[in-house]
């Protein structure tokens, strides 16, 4: 599984990130944070990538070399699963459940080409009726969180955004980095014409669901690392239960 020159052995390294939920997530931070694929993270390319406002550079590099276990002045895959393996709370389970939710996925897309290919009418309806019932609960789900990041945004630093040391800001940075765009699924059109189903609704809503999917992986990471920065380097108190109760009815929509 190892792309952009990591090697799996070096992936599956042991340690507690290997024993951990969750961290096939880190693993792809680790892999867009690491612009030039070398395998590890220098200090330049850790405080791109995760600057988003809440820590100034001197604090990213103090957390850089807490991070950097091992001294090398470089971050590798398993330092940093590692950080935040011991750093995710009640967020392993989530990022487990997204890691799931993405093989899960994966094969409804595949089921649903066979019926598209081969299905009867009513196989077809049914299927496009699933497929857009779980596009919407997966973008209601990541309504919920990107109000929540909203909510924090407000209250660490309206401005999400710092100056580097040459008066330029750093970009490029990991909230700032879009979904990736997926191609269109040829796959998914009538086998005759004259069909009464809608022939590029299938194809947009596959599409925007494996988007919505990353897209809510990154935004709860970045909600968890909004919260544990701000715990570990600032002293901040964590917000109470109340402050959080108004977001719960709306993950439980559907």
Request: charged share 30%; glycine share 8%; proline share 5%.
């Amino acid at each position: 599984m190892g792309d952009k020159g990591l090697p799996d052995r070096e992936l599956l390294a042991p340690g507690a990130a290997a024993q951990r939920k969750g961290t096939s997530v880190i693993l792809d931070i680790f892999r867009r944070a690491d612009k030039n694929d070398d395998g590890k993270l220098s200090l330049e390319e850790f405080q791109a990538f995760f600057s988003d406002g809440t820590l100034n550079e001197e604090e990213l590099e103090k957390l850089f070399h807490t991070i950097d276990s091992d001294n090398t002045n470089n971050v590798d895959t398993k330092e940093l699963c590692d950080y935040f393996a011991d750093h995710m709370g009640d967020y392993e389970d989530v990022l487990a459940s997204l890691e799931m939710l993405n093989l899960s996925i994966l094969k409804a897309m595949d089921y649903t080409k066979r019926v598209y290919e081969s299905g009867s009418n009513v196989d077809q309806f049914v299927t496009r009726f699933l497929l857009k019932e779980t596009a919407n609960q997966t973008q209601s789900l990541l309504s919920s969180v990107e109000s929540a990041v909203d909510a924090i945004d407000e209250q660490t630093n309206p401005a999400r955004h710092y100056p580097s040391k040459d008066g330029h800001g750093l970009s490029d940075t990991w909230y700032d980095n879009p979904v990736p765009s997926y191609p269109p699924t040829a796959w998914m059109v009538p086998r005759e014409q004259g069909k009464s189903f809608q022939t590029g609704s299938p194809d947009a809503k596959a599409e925007g669901l494996e988007g919505q999917i990353n897209r809510l992986a990154k935004l709860i990471g970045k909600l968890e690392d909004k919260v544990r920065a701000s715990i570990s380097l600032r002293g901040a108190v964590l917000p109470s239960q109340g402050q959080f109760r108004d977001i719960a009815p709306v993950l439980g929509e559907g």
